[in-house]
């Protein structure tokens, strides 16, 4: 008998996921299967790969020792696969997560045109906010995620991919004075924002310390979409993505209101699993951040608007 890949991909998920279940979801194909597959090769090997603790599995000496040879060996036949320039169609199980902005704006074209591309691909989608996209990073039960927050862990690779404008929005009819937005109009005002720790909630409560105001009695809501009915409803107003809410802006039925100061745009980054980086990953990437470039989703910013105390650049080199 002779070793196939198969069997090194059973093994090494099996591994890096810690269950034969966890390996069988991800490689899209049954219990029986993985498990088959892993005697298979330490019946080769002529060494036990893994010790069984009930539903878990722990590598022996032999089978740490094993894993890195399995990581090379998976990783020479990514590289062999990118001989033929695009490579083959993407095929199996893809745990894409996303924010609720960036899928509201290019979600459905993103699946369309991975769709057409890759028809024997399936996605399992996660539309959660950044928190628990980084949780479920950090713990593997996604492959990437399009979000505002990074730093998962060493295992995840974080990429900038561009910068989102944030804004104060109100109703129309809401009787707000014009002219410059300060903290101290904000005070007076009920928000609605996300429940901290986020992105938004953030942006929010360092504004509003900006002009002094540390205001605690901010009311919460984890769905973008509820939190834009009710800023059009009047009852709140909120520090929303632009992006997601552009045919509000031109039909008058919402207006930005002029921060003082103004809000410094946010990056968003592209963040996925170590072990998964490869062509197939890129090929992922490169569909999303095209369709959300061409949805406008991105801002245009120029190097003095960037916020220099967000910790972007420093953070992403030491993790490359």
């Not at 890195?68 to 095929?91: I, K, M």
């Not at 002094?212 to 009695?217: K, Q």
């Not at 968003?268 to 890129?282: H, N």
């Amino acid at each position: 008998m002779k070793i196939t890949l198969r069997q090194i991909e059973a093994f090494y998920w099996t591994a890096k996921l810690g269950t034969i279940h966890g390996a069988a979801h991800h490689l899209h194909f049954s219990q029986p299967a993985i498990s088959a597959r892993i005697k298979e090769l330490e019946a080769v090997l002529k060494m036990e790969l893994f010790s069984r603790r009930q539903q878990r599995v722990e590598l022996t000496v032999a089978g740490r020792s094993a894993l890195s040879h399995a990581e090379r060996v998976l990783s020479a036949g990514q590289d062999f696969e990118r001989l033929g320039g695009a490579g083959p169609p993407l095929e199996g199980l893809l745990r894409l997560g996303s924010d609720e902005s960036a899928a509201m704006v290019g979600l459905t074209e993103t699946l369309t045109q991975l769709k057409l591309r890759h028809p024997k691909l399936i996605v399992e989608l996660s539309i959660e906010v950044g928190t628990v996209l980084t949780e479920k990073l950090r713990n593997r039960q996604l492959d990437i995620a399009f979000h505002t927050n990074f730093g998962a862990g060493s295992h995840v690779i974080d990429e900038l991919i561009g910068w989102v404008e944030l804004q104060w929005l109100a109703s129309r009819d809401l009787d707000i004075p014009d002219g410059e937005f300060l903290p101290s109009h904000a005070a007076e005002l009920p928000i609605i924002t996300n429940s901290p720790p986020s992105t938004l909630n953030g942006v929010v409560q360092k504004w509003l310390r900006s002009g002094g105001f540390d205001f605690d009695a901010v009311n919460s809501c984890n769905s973008l979409s509820l939190m834009l009915r009710l800023v059009r409803a009047r009852h709140a107003i909120a520090v929303l993505p632009i992006a997601i809410l552009r045919e509000q802006l031109l039909t008058g039925e919402l207006r930005v209101l002029p921060a003082k100061p103004p809000l410094p745009p946010t990056p968003y980054y592209v963040s996925y699993l170590d072990e998964e980086r490869g062509a197939g990953i890129a090929a992922v990437i490169e569909v999303a951040r095209t369709v959300l470039e061409r949805e406008r989703f991105f801002m245009k910013v120029a190097e003095s608007s960037v916020d220099t105390a967000t910790p972007v650049g420093s953070e992403l080199e030491a993790r490359r």
